[in-house]
């Protein structure tokens, strides 16, 4: 599957997954660490936003990321001092009724889905003060939209799981960021989450993971 249908493919699963929510779910916990439902799916508004800001910044000269390397690697979880994070927990109560909250993720969602449609794949954009193909973004995305669906349903185990196509790409990256693969008996979902800390290996994975297992969780942003 291509950088575009992939990115469509996440992304509209995280939007369906979103749209049916019951207004309860919104003030659960999410699997951001110190985030709610509600700001998780605030956050989408704003990812989408940059998508579209980004789709529309024309940039040149070669490219200074790609899909892997425009990741920020960490060994550190977020502290939640980041102004952008403390000004996404209000934008979200602000919201108050929660049908508010997904018609904005749904309007300015499907603007940015479209927009990825319509992008030219060799196209270069400017985002962060670097350059990255259309293609490098969009499959960048691919592993935001899948880490950010696991991160919705966290503590919503009747929903459904992010697809199968974007859990393998995003292993796929974040085998490439750690720079070695994961045993093969680890499931895509299983790397990912243990993969960035979003849930401690059991002790059986920690044998399996041998001298990797020190080296993680890693913390992308």
């Known amino acids: 599957m291509d950088h575009v249908s992939l990115f469509s493919r996440s992304w509209a699963a995280l939007r369906v997954a979103v749209a049916g929510l019951r207004d309860e779910d919104f003030t659960r916990p999410s699997g951001c660490r110190g985030w709610l439902v ?4 605030c956050h989408l508004v704003i990812d989408a936003q940059d998508v579209l800001i980004t789709l ?9 990321r790609d899909a892997v390397t425009y990741w920020e690697v960490s060994g550190t979880p977020p502290s939640g001092d980041d ?17 508010l909250l997904k018609f904005h ?6 603007a940015a889905g479209r927009a990825a449609l319509l992008a030219d794949p060799a196209r270069r954009v400017g985002t962060r003060d670097e350059v990255l193909t259309v293609a490098g973004y969009l499959s ?13 349903i966290a503590y919503l185990p009747e929903q459904e799981e992010p697809p199968e196509e974007g859990l393998a790409r ?7 960021i750690v720079g070695q693969p994961f045993p093969s008996s680890f499931r895509d979902l299983d790397a990912l989450l243990v993969g960035t800390g979003r849930r401690a ?3 059986a994975e920690r044998c399996e993971l041998g001298d990797l297992a020190v080296r993680l969780p890693l913390h992308l942003g």
């Open 38 to 41: 509600r700001d998780l799916v």
């Open 170 to 176: 995003s292993r796929e990256m974040l085998e490439r």
């Open 201 to 203: 290996p059991t002790e």
């Open 56 to 64: 529309a910044t024309p940039a040149e000269g070669e490219p200074t």
């Open 83 to 99: 102004p952008l994070d403390a000004l996404t927990v209000r934008l979200a109560a602000a919201y108050e009724d929660p049908r």
């Open 105 to 110: 993720l749904d309007d300015v969602g499907s």
């Open 140 to 152: 960048a995305y691919v592993m935001e939209w899948t880490l950010h669906h696991l991160d919705l």
